[in-house]
């Protein structure tokens, strides 16, 4: 029977339960990441996932003491479908930072929810100029196309390179080191003879390569997407436009460490200017790329790996820096500790810039050679501490 006392000590074990579930809720901080793991860019949605989840297993899932909670969600790089993986993450899971976007329009499509709902977005893959100035809450872990387009464009001209035609794919990226690289290059003395926007879904470069060997430039310098490079690397030696006497040259985008070992000879000798290459050679990224991996069946880690894994350090500092006691961090709290973080990456230091919460970092030069067999981009060159020449604040 229910005796008076019996029901006061099953209400106070029920409300014991209550309060200690509830807590078990307050004590989870979520981590929210939309990613393409489906569809054309999925290659950045496989690098940034085994990332994220090296850096949890290196660096455990309790921070000043919250337990650390990862969702992936698959956009497919659709815009709609980031927005809606949005709002349901803050909505319903109620994510403390969401992080991830593997293109530029998905980035931009979820900006909006990371402001209304006071939610830090941490942006470990796209690359335009402009994203950061969609939502204050904002930060950038992996770069930007100005950043690495001018670098090539400062090195062209001094190593017998004047006249280009540009190829982009055409869309924010693209568009954006379309013109950064023009611009430097004619302030150097070159000239752009031809800029050519080739589609970002499904995109064929024959009628594209065609032309530029036509044009007979000194060089073709190119952008397209992580993913996207080997189908112009092919294209590009299958019409001995190499042997014509037009150099390939790009944002390292093009010689992605995730695809550069399959693309084979033909690729020796490329330039490129980017911010990782999986040769690095610091202590670092020595140990990062073994780490890597050894728990990745051997896959070479790539830039969108390190945007990822560098990510992750951006939040766990954040909350390590901003939780009080038994209380969860604000978004505003999180963002502030965000902003100013300063560490050594496997690329090099790298510092997130308060003002504009972009990312300042080292950008390399670097030519594609063999290492014990293998392909690598060998960086041969540094500028070093390159802010976002898009920012004009
Ligand atoms: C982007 O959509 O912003 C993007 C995607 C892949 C890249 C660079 C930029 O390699």
């Given at each position: 029977m229910l005796t008076p006392k019996r029901l006061f000590l099953a209400t106070a074990v029920a409300l014991t339960l209550t309060a200690n579930w509830a807590q078990a809720q307050d004590n989870t901080f979520k981590i929210g990441l939309i990613l393409p793991m489906t569809g054309q860019q999925a290659s950045t949605g496989r690098q940034i996932e085994a990332a994220v989840r090296l850096y949890m297993a290196q660096n455990?899932?309790?921070v000043a003491g919250k337990k650390i909670q990862l969702i992936i969600k698959d956009d497919a790089a659709t815009p709609d479908q980031s927005k809606r993986l949005a709002q349901d993450l803050v909505?319903?899971?109620?994510?403390n930072v969401l992080g991830g976007f593997g293109v530029t329009p998905a980035a931009l499509a979820a900006a909006p929810i990371a402001t209304q709902s006071k939610t830090p977005l941490v942006v470990m893959a796209a690359a335009t100029s402009s994203i950061t100035d969609a939502s204050p809450y904002i930060v950038r872990t992996s770069f930007t196309l100005p950043q690495v387009s001018v670098s090539l464009a400062d090195w062209a001209p001094k190593n017998g390179i004047k006249k280009v035609v540009t190829l982009v794919s055409d869309y924010g990226p693209g568009i954006d080191a379309e013109k950064f690289f023009n611009q430097r290059l004619t302030f150097n003395g070159g000239q752009v003879v031809e800029s050519l926007r080739v589609p970002?879904?499904?995109?064929?470069?024959a009628p594209f390569l065609q032309k530029v060997r036509d044009i007979k430039p000194d060089a073709l310098f190119v952008f397209v997407p992580s993913g996207a490079g080997a189908a112009v690397m092919k294209q590009f030696l299958e019409r001995g436009m190499d042997k014509a006497g037009i150099r390939l040259i790009g944002t390292g985008d093009v010689t992605d460490d995730d695809q550069l070992n399959d693309m084979?000879?033909?690729?020796?000798g490329v330039v490129t200017s980017h911010?990782?290459?999986?040769?690095?050679?610091s202590a670092m990224n020595k140990k990062f790329v073994e780490a890597f991996q050894k728990a990745n069946k051997g896959m070479r880690p790539n830039f969108m790996a390190v945007g990822g894994y560098d990510g992750m350090r951006v939040i766990y500092e954040a909350l390590r820096a901003s939780a009080k006691g038994a209380a969860m961090p604000t978004g505003d709290a999180l963002l502030a500790s965000m902003k100013g973080q300063i560490f050594e990456s496997p690329r090099g230091q790298i510092f997130i810039?308060?003002?504009?919460?972009d990312i300042v970092q080292n950008v390399y030069l670097r030519k594609v050679e063999k290492k014990d067999g293998q392909l690598y981009n060998v960086e041969f060159d540094v500028i070093k501490d390159v802010k976002d020449p898009g920012k004009t604040r």
């Open positions: 455990g899932d309790t909505v319903n899971e109620k994510v970002l879904r499904g995109p064929d470069f084979g000879d033909g690729a020796l911010h990782y290459s999986a040769s690095h050679p810039d308060a003002q504009t919460r």
